[in-house]
């Protein structure tokens, strides 16, 4: 039950974000940019619901032993805040220009500076022309508060969008048993 809402989620993210990158130059929420600067005062103003197209910036993310890199001035990059039946959760998504590459992740809660987010779902899809798909998503091995973090640095801050680092465990096979790879990746993106 919790695999399923956890991949509804992501797909809801995922989607956002396609939504998103569909509309890169009609208008995008500008971010609240009255957070205080401390994590105390942030944690009272923490909710942020809406969708950011970043401007500027760069997603990366390494797996196995390639690293793959998202630049917002090409492809399209959303950071994504939505409420799901009165429960809140934030992520990244990301699909390259060319639409061979797309990466999700999503966490808990509201995105708050300085503070680490557990990860609640991810899944990164490589169409290589000419190849099979490859597709990977949270390894089924771990129990759930141990599929990772994610480190949200600093968050809307004059043009700073977001910018931080995660870490967690994919897997090419939804069997029981399968292989998972460490996925590390770092963001740092900002808005007009």
Same mark, same amino acid.
């Given at each position: 039950m919790v695999r399923?809402? +956890?991949? =509804?989620?992501? =797909?809801? !993210?995922l989607l956002q974000g396609?939504?998103? /990158?569909? $509309?890169?130059?009609? #208008? +995008?929420?500008?971010? %609240? &940019?009255? !957070?205080?600067? %401390?994590s105390i005062s942030k944690a009272?103003?923490? /909710?942020a619901p809406g969708n950011y197209l970043a401007s500027k910036g760069t997603l990366k993310i390494k797996v196995q032993d /390639?690293? *793959?890199?998202f630049n917002a001035e090409e492809d399209s990059i959303a950071f994504v805040n939505v409420n799901i039946e009165g429960k809140e959760y934030f992520g990244l998504t990301a699909i390259n220009k060319a639409h061979t590459v797309s990466f999700g992740i999503s966490s808990p809660g509201a995105p708050i500076a300085e503070i680490a987010g557990n990860i609640s779902g991810c899944q990164f899809l490589l169409h290589p022309v000419g190849k099979a798909n490859i597709e990977y998503t949270l390894t089924h091995n771990s129990p759930p508060k141990d599929y990772g &973090? =994610?480190? =949200? %640095?600093? *968050?809307? $801050? %004059?043009?700073?969008?977001?910018? #931080? /680092?995660?870490h967690t465990y994919l897997a090419r096979d939804t069997s029981k048993n399968a292989s998972s790879y460490i996925a590390d990746g770092s963001f740092e993106l900002t808005m007009k």
């Open positions: 399923l809402f +956890v991949r =509804i989620l992501f =797909i809801a !993210l396609l939504l998103t /990158s569909c $509309q890169k130059e009609e #208008g +995008v929420k500008k971010p %609240d &940019t009255d !957070l205080a600067a %401390d009272g103003n923490a /909710s /390639s690293t *793959y890199t &973090t =994610i480190l =949200i %640095d600093k *968050y809307n $801050q %004059d043009t700073l969008l977001a910018k #931080g /680092s995660f």
